[in-house]
Structure formats: structure tokens, C-alpha cells
């Protein structure tokens, strides 16, 4: 690897801007995914910037079952987002499609619809466990190709 | 003529400006977040002081996306020009000397006019792009300009009409000569003036209604992908140095100070970055304590009360002057 590529590399690693979408969820894991955005856990440290574009965004990060609904819009605002960019599904209903799972209107999991680079479980997820697993994206994105 | 090629590039000129107002942003994302009681950026770099410049240098490697329906050449142009017109703004400041890099008789007047041509590109960037959201945003952000660029103008002309000149050196000469700071006096009014219409300027809270994130996704700004959107981020920190280091120069004295013979140069620059980072405080300080307006109160606010006030505080200079 070159050092300019290292050095994007390691850039890109220091500034995820996130995007959040909520895809038909309970409002639970939003709210605690919302919360690592305060005192207690803030996950600018990182420097992260919660943005409101997708066209300015580097990480999708996904809450809820994936709608019959939601999920032309998800592919659209998936579209939208710039090159390089990474998903995350929070919460259990975004990774499987938790309590709705084989429901007629869900989808079994946002991997179904989009790639995704990071699962986290929990239902509500827990704001340590969105840190850790930003944690270890970024990590993914500085040392190997995602 | 190398020297003046040399300072135009590298000190006090293009490099040392853009490196600047990146140290500012950290300063003012770094504070705002410790007023916030949080930690603010600090994985990049020691306490996070190269986070502007990580975030500059990945938002120019990202995919440019330039939408279908947005037109080509306003979308290229703008963000070109945006950052243009404040560099050229910062290059009038006196950070070495008395002098700025370029300096006669009459460029405050320039560097307010650049500031409002500034505004202006960011409305053509705005409509150039052809989204609804960025249309509101940018016909929010000229409406703005209506309201807080008389304010501004005024303010900025007390300082010249109280000390009798239309240039930068001759406004910090005369502060030289009378051995106080602008400040000192009647133009603390001018100041407090300044820092509002400044806000406004910037488009920071309590007047980011222009990028209002809440209501119109990130207003003008919506469409702008990689180097574009990091062209306009760069904007915004230029204009952070120009205006703080604007406000350091009218009412702070600018580089001015005890000098020590031989080391003048870097004395200056010392002390007058010592005192726009003052002034970035305080406009750091507005940002944490206050709430966004909606449009029509910036409007009506800075008509009723900024706009009496600046033409009062006109009358006031011009009758001890």
C-alpha cells in the first residue's frame, strides 16, 4: 500500500459521518442508537457527525424490520450515498427481522435487501454495543478492504 | 518579487491561512463539545487536532456525484468559488505586520463585498443543484442576507468612521496611535453587533436556518458529494478565520502589542492569533448557548433591533468623532 492510499486509509477511518434510517422500527433502537450521540457515551470522539444527507454520509445505519414499504426507499437512499460507503443494521429486527420474522409484509433482514458490513443484536440495541461495533467497522476499514 | 510570490503562498498567505482555519474548527468543535460536556474528536491526532484536516482529506476521495438534474456548470463552479472569494478576503488581514498581504486604502469595503458575494454563490450553489430541499435552503440563505449584511456593513463602518479610515492598517495605526482598542468605548455596541451579524454570516447556530438539519436535510448543501461538499466545509472555516480575525483587527487591535526588536513579524502573528482566537471564543460561546431561530424572527429581529441599534450606534460615533 502506498502512503497517500494509507493515508486515505487511515482519514477515512477518523471521520465516519453517519447516516440514520429507520425502516418501520419500534423507535427503541433509534433512541439508544441516538444516544451515543450524547455526553455519556459521544461517539464524536471517534469523529463521527450525525448528518442529515445521504449524499454526505459515509455509514447507513439501519433500525427496524425491513417494510414491503420501506424498502424501495432504503435502496434509494443506499443509492444516494456516495463511494465508499458501509452499512450497519442495528437492532434484531434490522439483522434477521427478529418478532417479524415470516411476516407477510417484512423482509428476513436488511442483508436481504442491501450489502451490510456490521450486525449488532439486541432488542433495544445497547449504545455501547453500536460503539463497539462502529468500532470495530472502522477498524475493518483501515486495516483491510471492506 | 519571489518574496512577495513566497508570501502570498506560504506566510502569511494561502498555506498558513488553510492550515489555520482548520486549527480553528478543532478549536470550535473541541469547545462546543466540552461546553456540552463531551469529549469532542480526539482519536485523530493528539486531542484530535488533525480531525478537520481527516475529514478534508476523506471527503476528497469519496465518489463525485453530480445528480441528473442539477446543472453542471453552477454545480462546478460554485464550490470553486465559494472558497475563492473568502482566501482572497483573509489575504487583506494584517496577521505579519501592519500590512496585509495586499493593503490600500478602501479594502474593508472589498472584503465585505467579497463576504456578500460569497453569500450569493452559495445561493446559485444552491438552486444550481436543482432539490427541493437545497431550493428552500438557498432562497433562506438570501433572505438572511437581507437581514444581517446592513447590520454588518454599519458595524464594521463605525469602526472606520471613528478612526477616520477605510483600510484595515490605517484603522489598527490609529488604535496604535490612540493606545486603546476599538473596543474601549462606544464601538463595544459595534461589537456585540459584529459577533451577531458574524453568526448569521456563517450560518451557525442561532442562525443555521439556511442548513437547518432538521427541517430541510442540510438545506443548500443537500446535493454536494466529496470534494465538492469538502470545498464548502472548507469555506465555512475560512470564513471562520476571516471573520474572527476581522473582528480581532477593527476591535481588538489586531497585531498589535509589546514588541520585542528583531522578532516583530512573529510577535504580530503571535498576537494576533492570540485575539481571533479571543473573538472565535466568544462566537464558539453563541454557538453552545443558544437555540436555531426560524426565518422570519431572524428577519424581523435584525430589523427592529440590530438595524435601530447599528444606526444608532452610527450617530453616536459620529457625533464623538
Given at each position: 500500500?502506498?502512503?497517500?492510499?494509507?493515508?486515505?486509509?487511515?482519514?477515512?477511518?477518523?471521520?465516519?459521518?453517519?447516516?440514520?434510517?429507520?425502516?418501520?422500527?419500534?423507535?427503541?433502537?433509534?433512541?439508544?442508537?441516538?444516544?451515543?450521540?450524547?455526553?455519556?457515551?459521544?461517539?464524536?470522539?471517534?469523529?463521527?457527525?450525525?448528518?442529515?444527507?445521504?449524499?454526505?454520509?459515509?455509514?447507513?445505519?439501519?433500525?427496524?424490520?425491513?417494510?414491503?414499504?420501506?424498502?424501495?426507499?432504503?435502496?434509494?437512499?443506499?443509492?444516494?450515498?456516495?463511494?465508499?460507503?458501509?452499512?450497519?443494521?442495528?437492532?434484531?429486527?434490522?439483522?434477521?427481522?427478529?418478532?417479524?420474522?415470516?411476516?407477510?409484509?417484512?423482509?428476513?433482514?436488511?442483508?436481504?435487501?442491501?450489502?451490510?458490513?456490521?450486525?449488532?443484536?439486541?432488542?433495544?440495541?445497547?449504545?455501547?454495543?453500536v460503539l463497539m461495533a462502529l468500532s470495530i467497522l472502522l477498524e475493518k476499514i483501515e486495516k483491510v478492504e471492506v | 518579487m519571489i518574496w512577495k510570490i513566497l508570501e502570498a503562498l506560504i506566510f502569511p498567505g494561502a498555506v498558513f491561512i488553510l492550515t489555520v482555519s482548520l486549527f480553528y474548527e478543532w478549536i470550535d468543535r473541541k469547545l462546543y463539545a466540552r461546553l456540552q460536556n463531551r469529549v469532542g474528536p480526539h482519536l485523530a491526532g493528539p486531542f484530535g487536532l488533525f480531525q478537520p484536516a481527516a475529514d478534508f482529506i476523506k471527503l476528497l476521495s469519496k465518489e463525485d456525484i453530480i445528480p441528473a438534474a442539477a446543472d453542471r456548470f453552477l454545480f462546478t463552479l460554485?464550490?470553486?468559488?465559494?472558497?475563492?472569494?473568502?482566501?482572497?478576503?483573509?489575504?487583506?488581514?494584517?496577521?505579519?505586520?501592519?500590512?496585509?498581504?495586499?493593503?490600500?486604502?478602501?479594502?474593508?469595503?472589498?472584503?465585505?463585498?467579497?463576504?456578500?458575494?460569497?453569500?450569493?454563490?452559495?445561493?446559485?450553489?444552491?438552486?444550481?443543484?436543482?432539490?427541493?430541499?437545497?431550493?428552500?435552503?438557498?432562497?433562506?440563505?438570501?433572505?438572511?442576507?437581507?437581514?444581517?449584511?446592513?447590520?454588518?456593513?454599519?458595524?464594521?463602518?463605525?469602526?472606520?468612521?471613528?478612526?477616520?479610515?477605510?483600510?484595515?492598517?490605517?484603522?489598527?495605526?490609529?488604535?496604535?496611535?490612540?493606545?486603546?482598542?476599538?473596543?474601549?468605548?462606544?464601538?463595544?455596541?459595534?461589537?456585540?453587533?459584529?459577533?451577531?451579524?458574524?453568526?448569521?454570516?456563517?450560518?451557525?447556530?442561532?442562525?443555521?436556518?439556511?442548513?437547518?438539519?432538521?427541517?430541510?436535510?442540510?438545506?443548500?448543501?443537500?446535493?454536494?458529494?466529496?470534494?465538492?461538499?469538502?470545498?464548502?466545509?472548507?469555506?465555512?472555516?475560512?470564513?471562520?478565520?476571516?471573520?474572527?480575525?476581522?473582528?480581532?483587527?477593527?476591535?481588538?487591535?489586531?497585531?498589535?502589542?509589546?514588541?520585542?526588536?528583531?522578532?516583530?513579524?512573529?510577535?504580530?502573528?503571535?498576537?494576533?492569533?492570540?485575539?481571533?482566537?479571543?473573538?472565535?471564543?466568544?462566537?464558539?460561546?453563541?454557538?453552545?448557548?443558544?437555540?436555531?431561530?426560524?426565518?422570519?424572527?431572524?428577519?424581523?429581529?435584525?430589523?427592529?433591533?440590530?438595524?435601530?441599534?447599528?444606526?444608532?450606534?452610527?450617530?453616536?460615533?459620529?457625533?464623538?468623532?
Amino acid at each position: 500500500m502506498g502512503l497517500v492510499a494509507r493515508l486515505v486509509r487511515k482519514c477515512r477511518a477518523r471521520s465516519p459521518w453517519i447516516l440514520l434510517f429507520d425502516t418501520g422500527a419500534c423507535n427503541a433502537c433509534d433512541i439508544e442508537v441516538a444516544a451515543c450521540l450524547t455526553p455519556r457515551y459521544d461517539v464524536e470522539r471517534f469523529g463521527t457527525l450525525l448528518r442529515g444527507s445521504p449524499r454526505h454520509a459515509d455509514i447507513l445505519v439501519v433500525t427496524g424490520p425491513v417494510t414491503r414499504q420501506s424498502r424501495d426507499r432504503i435502496i434509494r437512499i443506499y443509492e444516494q450515498m456516495p463511494e465508499p460507503k458501509y452499512v450497519v443494521a442495528a437492532g434484531t429486527c434490522a439483522t434477521s427481522g427478529g418478532v417479524y420474522w415470516g411476516c407477510y409484509n417484512t423482509y428476513p433482514g436488511l442483508d436481504s435487501v442491501i450489502p451490510v458490513h456490521a450486525y449488532v443484536s439486541g432488542c433495544p440495541v445497547k449504545p455501547e454495543a453500536v460503539l463497539m461495533a462502529l468500532s470495530i467497522l472502522l477498524e475493518k476499514i483501515e486495516k483491510v478492504e471492506v | 518579487m519571489i518574496w512577495k510570490i513566497l508570501e502570498a503562498l506560504i506566510f502569511p498567505g494561502a498555506v498558513f491561512i488553510l492550515t489555520v482555519s482548520l486549527f480553528y474548527e478543532w478549536i470550535d468543535r473541541k469547545l462546543y463539545a466540552r461546553l456540552q460536556n463531551r469529549v469532542g474528536p480526539h482519536l485523530a491526532g493528539p486531542f484530535g487536532l488533525f480531525q478537520p484536516a481527516a475529514d478534508f482529506i476523506k471527503l476528497l476521495s469519496k465518489e463525485d456525484i453530480i445528480p441528473a438534474a442539477a446543472d453542471r456548470f453552477l454545480f462546478t463552479l460554485t464550490p470553486i468559488l465559494a472558497p475563492t472569494l473568502i482566501l482572497l478576503g483573509c489575504m487583506f488581514l494584517p496577521v505579519a505586520g501592519l500590512n496585509g498581504i495586499v493593503s490600500f486604502n478602501g479594502d474593508l469595503i472589498v472584503i465585505i463585498a467579497l463576504m456578500s458575494f460569497c453569500t450569493i454563490t452559495i445561493y446559485l450553489a444552491g438552486e444550481g443543484s436543482n432539490n427541493r430541499f437545497a431550493s428552500i435552503g438557498a432562497t433562506r440563505a438570501a433572505l438572511q442576507l437581507i437581514g444581517y449584511e446592513i447590520p454588518l456593513t454599519l458595524a464594521l463602518l463605525c469602526a472606520a468612521i471613528s478612526t477616520g479610515s477605510l483600510s484595515l492598517r490605517g484603522i489598527v495605526e490609529a488604535q496604535m496611535a490612540n493606545g486603546t482598542w476599538l473596543i474601549a468605548g462606544p464601538q463595544l455596541i459595534g461589537f456585540a453587533i459584529f459577533v451577531v451579524a458574524s453568526q448569521a454570516e456563517m450560518e451557525r447556530i442561532p442562525f443555521d436556518i439556511p442548513e437547518a438539519e432538521q427541517e430541510i436535510v442540510a438545506g443548500w448543501s443537500v446535493e454536494y458529494t466529496g470534494r465538492r461538499l469538502g470545498l464548502f466545509r472548507l469555506t465555512k472555516d475560512l470564513e471562520l478565520f476571516l471573520l474572527s480575525g476581522l473582528g480581532a483587527t477593527l476591535f481588538l487591535g489586531g497585531p498589535l502589542g509589546p514588541l520585542i526588536p528583531g522578532l516583530e513579524p512573529l510577535l504580530h502573528t503571535i498576537y494576533f492569533l492570540a485575539k481571533s482566537i479571543l473573538v472565535l471564543i466568544v462566537f464558539t460561546l453563541v454557538r453552545t448557548v443558544f437555540a436555531r431561530l426560524r426565518i422570519d424572527q431572524m428577519i424581523s429581529f435584525s430589523w427592529k433591533y440590530l438595524m435601530p441599534l447599528a444606526i444608532f450606534l452610527v450617530i453616536i460615533t459620529e457625533v464623538i468623532a
